[in-house]
């Protein structure tokens, strides 16, 4: 008696057919069989309308277990699956696996090659093909009914049982990128990508890290270890705005922004700056700070109270620099102190005075001294130092030969400087 349609019966054949190839192959051709390790079949398309169980060896050692039906699509013109396993969950619990590969080594001799439990590869040949090639597509859906708690697009692992001593490397993932050609655009390592749906919900970051069971102490050396690669050619980091960090030079970092904002204590056994360092709010220390080029708008302090900062530089007979600028005091400035050495005495026929101020009152920090001898000169302090000025003041240093210009000259200044408190009235 036949029951169905001629398609039914033909599908049913066609079924029965792929079966008994696959199992001559197996049975027949060593090679193919010790890839994929046969040594059971069973519970094969089960929701075929007949029932066939296969089991033993066939001379060989492995499992091969095809779980749920198997259809084959043809004419399935959306997403041209030629194999589609499905299989549906009944246990409250455990694991459920519709596809398992596993590969097993076997004790045949010294050994390197690579053992694969999946092997999975998208290949493009046909020169007309512009679409995208995926070796393995992952995915997880939740239903619109689902009650399930987490999701996971992707699950990797790698486990050690027992003691493998010989083991020396373990990588929970390892993702390779291998181009003989330069790609025109993107070229990266790993690409994640946070595709916005109609509801467009955030993720909370784009690469998480967590410790799993982890009973105490540390669980890792470094959170990420980058100290393997090669060479970089920008930087290390680049921030989502375009700030840099690179360290790309050993035993220097270097961050690359307009405005770096730190929240919280910074510290370190030293601090240098190949430019100014400019502060809005007060700067403190336990120690002295050398300052030097620092502008705040605040107070630069340390555990001995104000810090003593410092510009320099040197003045000569020469028409361009018998006028210098050392440095630019900030408002609430107070000049405590000056110090003079004359390298070369200055030769005018007339008096050879120095001054140090600016430009509306050139001796407002140190008045008239006598440069035409060497040595070490003691300046006297001019009318504002020692006061608290409210005005910001470019600090120059001032030579006046009084007679015919000098032939020579060269006189270095020191100007001390501290930043008074605001004050509150």
Known sequence: MIFGSQSDHKEIAMKKLFLTILLIVIMTYPAFGQRINPGELNRLLSSWPYSVSFAGSFGMTGTLTLSGPITSNQTYSAAQTVFYFRSALTATSGEHNNVRGRAMNQAIGASTSDIRGVYGQATTTASLFGGTGTGVFANFIAKNLSTTVTGRGLFVEAETEATPTALTNLYGAFIRTKAHLDPTSDYFGVMIDHTQLSTGFKTDA??????????????????????????????????????????????????????????????????????????????????????????TGGTITASGGPVVNTFEGWCTHEAATDTITLGTL???????????????????????????????????YGTSLDVSGTGVKAMTLGSTSKTVDATSRVVKVFYDDQGTDASAGEVHVVIEWIQATINPS
């Open 330 to 364: 900030p408002a609430n400035a107070i000049v405590i102190g000056l110090f003079v050495w004359v390298q070369e005495a200055f030769n005018s026929d007339g008096n050879d005075f120095l001054e140090v101020g600016f430009d509306a009152n050139p001796d407002a």
């Open 206 to 295: 784009y690469l998480g890290m967590q410790s799993t069971s982890w009973s105490g102490g540390e669980s890792a050396i470094y959170g990420i270890d980058m100290n393997g690669i090669d060479g970089l050619t920008t930087g290390d980091w680049r921030m989502h705005n375009g700030a840099l960090f690179n360290n790309s030079d050993a035993n220097n970092l270097i961050v690359t922004e307009a405005n770096i904002d730190f929240i919280g204590a910074v510290t370190g056994n030293s601090f240098t700056s190949d430019a100014d360092v400019t502060a809005t709010n007060d700067v403190t220390g336990d120690s002295l700070i050398g300052t030097t080029g620092m502008r």
